[in-house]
C-alpha cells in the first residue's frame, strides 16, 4: 500500500528565505504527483502537477521536482511571504485512489 | 468561474438521521470524489466516480453512499450518521488526463460535518 511522507511536518522561517519542503513516497508506479495549498478552515488548491513521465513543474516563484526512482519529491519556494503561510499537502496518485501526506504546516513571519 | 461547490458548508445533526451533503462542478469534469479529512490521519478518499453511473469505493466508504446520475453532481448521502463521522468533508473533480490517470483535481470549499 501506497505510504506518503511529508518533511517537516512544521516550519517557521522569516520573510525572503528560499525554503524546500519534502514528500517521499513508497511505490514508485504512479501516475502523478500533485502539491497543495491549504488555508485554515478553507478548501484545497492546487499548486502544481506533475506527471510520471515529467521531472519537475514550475510556476511563478514554485518549482516542483519528481524523482520516481527514489520517491520522492521536492516543492521550492523562492523568497518566502508572510502570504505563503499556510499547510502543503502532496498527493501521489497510482490508481484512481490518490494518497495524500499529512502535509508541511508553514509560517512565514515578517 | 471554475469551481467545485459543496452544501451544506456546515452542519449539525444527530445520531441515525439520514443526509445529503450535494456537490457540484462546472467543468465538465469525468472523475469526481469525495474525501474526509481527520486530525493526524489526513486526507482520505471515501468514493469516487469516473462518469455518469460508475462509482467504486474508495479507502473508507463504510456508512456512506454515493450516486452519480448527472456529470456535474456527486452527493455524498449518510443513511444512517455516527458521531464517528464527524469530520471536514471534501468533494474534487478532475480530467481523466493522460492515461487516464487523472489531471489536476478542483476541490470544494469543504463541508463540516458534527454527528451528535
Known amino acids: 500500500k501506497q505510504e506518503v511522507t511529508q518533511i517537516p511536518a512544521a516550519l517557521s522561517v522569516p520573510e525572503g528565505e528560499n525554503l524546500v519542503l519534502n514528500c517521499s513516497f513508497t511505490?514508485?508506479?504512479?501516475?502523478?504527483l500533485q502539491w497543495f495549498r491549504q488555508d485554515p478552515g478553507k478548501g484545497l488548491t492546487s499548486l502544481l502537477l506533475?506527471?510520471?513521465?515529467?521531472r519537475e513543474q514550475t510556476s511563478g516563484r514554485l518549482n516542483a521536482s519528481l524523482d520516481k526512482s527514489s520517491g520522492r519529491s521536492t516543492l521550492y519556494i523562492a523568497a518566502s511571504q508572510p502570504g505563503d503561510s499556510a499547510t502543503y499537502l502532496c498527493?501521489?496518485?497510482?490508481?484512481?485512489?490518490?494518497?495524500f501526506g499529512r502535509g508541511t504546516s508553514l509560517i512565514v513571519h515578517p | 468561474e471554475a469551481q467545485v461547490t459543496q452544501n451544506p458548508r456546515y452542519l449539525i445533526t444527530v445520531t441515525g438521521k439520514k443526509l445529503t451533503v450535494t456537490c457540484s462542478q462546472n467543468?465538465?469534469?469525468?472523475?469526481m470524489s469525495w474525501y474526509r479529512q481527520d486530525p493526524g490521519l489526513g486526507l482520505r478518499q471515501i468514493y469516487y466516480?469516473?462518469?455518469?453511473?460508475?462509482?467504486d469505493k474508495g479507502d473508507v466508504p463504510e456508512g456512506y453512499k454515493v450516486s452519480r446520475k448527472e456529470k456535474r453532481n456527486f452527493p455524498l448521502i449518510l443513511e444512517s450518521p455516527s458521531p464517528n463521522q464527524t469530520s471536514l468533508y471534501f468533494c474534487?473533480?478532475?480530467?481523466?488526463?493522460?492515461?487516464?490517470?487523472?489531471?489536476?483535481?478542483?476541490f470544494g470549499p469543504g463541508t463540516r460535518l458534527t454527528v451528535l
Open positions: 511505490d514508485s508506479a504512479i501516475y502523478n
Open positions: 474534487a473533480s478532475s480530467s481523466p488526463g493522460l492515461a487516464g490517470g487523472g489531471d489536476t483535481q478542483y
Open positions: 498527493a501521489v496518485k497510482g490508481s484512481y485512489i490518490p494518497t
Open positions: 467543468m465538465n469534469h469525468e472523475y
Open positions: 466516480s469516473m462518469n455518469v453511473e460508475v462509482t
Open positions: 506533475i506527471q510520471s513521465s515529467q
